[in-house]
């Protein structure tokens, strides 16, 4: 998984200074713990009542999940790819493994990653499940009782106008949901469904390998899995491959979150609220 160069300069930040103690604990948490672990133990939490901690402590939870689930899913489509390559130097598609392309279709098999499905509906699931957490955390600062983003989005438009906060949280995820639209959450075209809902409700996860010819006649495969861009319900993504739709979910989810955190932080330092 290639990740966003100012991802990958934050991490080198943070452990640049690294002891020990940080070096063995290397791999076992988060690198970006503190950019949303941090600043709502330190800066929010105080601040809070319990009721409403709870909330933006399950966010932090989730959250963890995607991170989790977005490396098993790059380690996956690794090895399923190797395999598809090593059958291919083969020349040999057995039907166990694969299944024939129709006539008409400009591939001849396909090979279905059960276990890289399973995840990427782990990850679709938990992507959702982690915004409606923070749904309901943010509303629950206005005594909104926001269960999903959309109805969030909702509430905090309708505040915008007469306070600061919901403004500029508001403007934080209209800058990164869009992102999101199709995937965990619902597109906003008609006829459209999200991935996360097409799986919950009407198939298996539409991923697949292609195997094809290419210029030169020789068999070869996708660089990854791909979403399924015919499918008649999916809108169009920019990139198909699974991993890297996973690293944008969970890229994406990072940016709403951390940012909305960073935000609430800034103004109850120079703000406090009065506990609910």
């Known amino acids: 998984m290639e990740l966003p160069k100012e991802i990958l300069a934050a991490i080198d930040e943070i452990t640049k200074n690294a002891d020990d103690i940080d070096k063995a604990a290397d791999g076992l948490f988060p690198f970006n713990q503190y950019a949303i672990d941090g600043i709502f133990e330190e800066k929010i939490k105080p601040n809070l009542s319990d009721s409403q901690a709870k909330y933006f402590y399950s966010t932090t939870i989730k959250f963890k999940h995607l991170w989790q689930i977005t490396k098993k899913i790059e380690k996956l489509d690794e090895q399923y790819l190797n395999f598809v390559n090593f059958c291919i130097e083969k020349n040999e598609f057995r039907p166990q493994h694969y299944t024939k392309a129709t006539t008409n279709s400009s591939y001849f098999y396909f090979l279905y990653p ?34 999903k983003l959309d109805s969030l989005l909702n509430a905090l438009t309708s505040l915008a106008n007469n306070n600061h906060m919901a403004s500029k949280i508001l403007n934080c995820i209209k800058t990164e949901e869009t992102s999101l639209r199709g995937l965990t959450l619902d597109p906003k075209k008609e006829g459209e469904k999200s991935v996360r809902d097409l799986i919950s409700h009407w198939q298996k996860a539409p991923i697949q390998f292609q195997i094809y010819k290419n ?44 940012n909305s955190f960073g935000y609430i932080a800034e103004q109850y330092k120079n703000n406090p609220p009065t506990r609910i």
């Open 114 to 147: 059960f276990y890289e499905a399973i995840e990427f509906e782990n990850m679709l699931f938990h992507g959702k499940a982690c915004l409606d957490c923070f749904s309901l955390a943010i509303g629950s600062l206005f005594k909104q009782n926001t269960q």
């Open 215 to 258: 210029k030169n006649g020789e068999f070869s495969t996708t660089s990854g899995a791909i979403l399924d861009m015919d499918h008649p319900n999916i809108s169009l993504k920019s990139n198909y491959l699974v991993k890297n739709i996973a690293s944008n979910i969970w890229y994406y989810t990072l940016n709403i979150i951390s």
